[in-house]
């Protein structure tokens, strides 16, 4: 994702959670879904944990960006991706790296208020949710045809978004002690 699009839900997230009546559990229901949306978007391709020291391509046009550490290792989420097959040509992106810090001190508020309690609360009841479905979904699928596979699984862009809005949090106030600013 392009560090304009980070911008923007950065930008929905503090509107959100800024205008959320504390009194109104039902104000917070886009900061729910926002939330996920910011922390894929600042997701390393290749750990897939919320980029620290964020690096991205000079010569390409593909917005993936990867950990400084985890420079050279494979693409779990973009493994397809032509154009950020050279990771030699990444360097510091410092916009990204201001973009990590803001979501770090917007997790931090969130976590710090009065909203936290509501969090846990559609978490648990989102979980069941998950369950029941889940449940549901293995009744109507014959044993025959479940398969385990031996591949190994990629990560993909939409398990992100199933993240618990409390773990987004935690992911953001976990990435602070790894950033480094002076590039």
């Not at 996920?36 to 897939?48: E, H, M, N």
């Not at 917007?106 to 609360?121: G, V």
Request: proline content about 3%.
């Amino acid at each position: 994702m392009d560090t304009e699009n980070c911008t923007n839900l950065y930008l929905q997230v503090c509107q959100t959670f800024l205008t959320c009546n504390y009194n109104d559990p039902s104000t917070f229901e886009e900061l729910y879904k926002l939330l996920p949306w910011l922390r894929q978007s600042l997701t390393c391709c290749i750990c897939s944990n919320v980029v620290t020291n964020p690096m991205s391509s000079t010569q390409s046009h593909c917005q993936h960006f990867i950990c400084r550490q985890c420079r050279g290792g494979r693409m779990i989420l973009r493994p397809s991706c032509s154009w950020c097959k050279d990771q030699d040509t990444f360097e510091i992106n410092q916009h990204l790296v201001v973009l990590v810090c803001c979501f770090h001190k917007i997790c931090e508020l969130i976590k710090n208020s009065p909203i936290l309690e509501n969090i846990r609360e559609y978490d648990r009841k989102r979980a069941e949710n998950l369950k029941q479905q889940e449940i549901s979904s293995n009744k109507e699928i014959s044993p025959k045809k479940r398969r385990k596979s031996t591949k190994r699984r990629e990560v993909s862009s939409n398990s992100l978004l199933n993240i618990a809005v409390y773990q987004v949090l935690e992911d953001g106030l976990d990435v602070k002690q790894s950033i480094d600013l002076t590039g």
